[in-house]
């Protein structure tokens, strides 16, 4: 049974910096995209970074030079380290997983496996 579990979040002031981790098990995904989204209340959930199976990465234009997805394949993990952090930020983050390639999408629909979520509060 495939699982992906996050962790890291928290709560945060302006500014301030968090990193998420995913850790995959039931099998690899060192050669597929995977993805990091972020659902705030009320709102549809939004892409916010991927990375393909070869280290490529695409980032929303909210987080470009703020955030960072990286990916360690020999611990099936994915991380998202997050600087200079904005009230904006707060949501639920998912990590997510493309079951069958290493091509990336900001699509959540073309994501077979996610995560359950971690909260991520950014105070003002």
């Known amino acids: 049974q495939v699982q992906l579990v996050e962790s890291g979040g928290g709560l945060v002031q302006a500014g301030g910096s968090l990193t998420l981790s995913c850790e995959a098990s039931g099998r690899t995904f060192s050669t597929n995209a995977m993805g990091w989204f972020r659902q705030a209340l009320g709102k549809e959930r939004q892409f916010v970074a991927a990375?393909?199976?070869?280290?490529?990465?695409t980032y929303a234009d909210s987080v470009k030079g703020r955030f960072t997805i990286s990916r360690d394949t020999a611990r099936n993990t994915v991380y998202l380290h997050m600087n200079s952090l904005k009230p904006e930020d707060t949501g639920v983050y998912y990590c997510a997983a493309r079951g069958r390639t290493n091509v990336v999408s900001s699509w959540p629909s073309l994501y077979d496996f996610w995560g359950q979520g971690t909260q991520v509060t950014v105070s003002s």
């Open positions: 990375i393909s199976g070869g280290g490529a990465n």
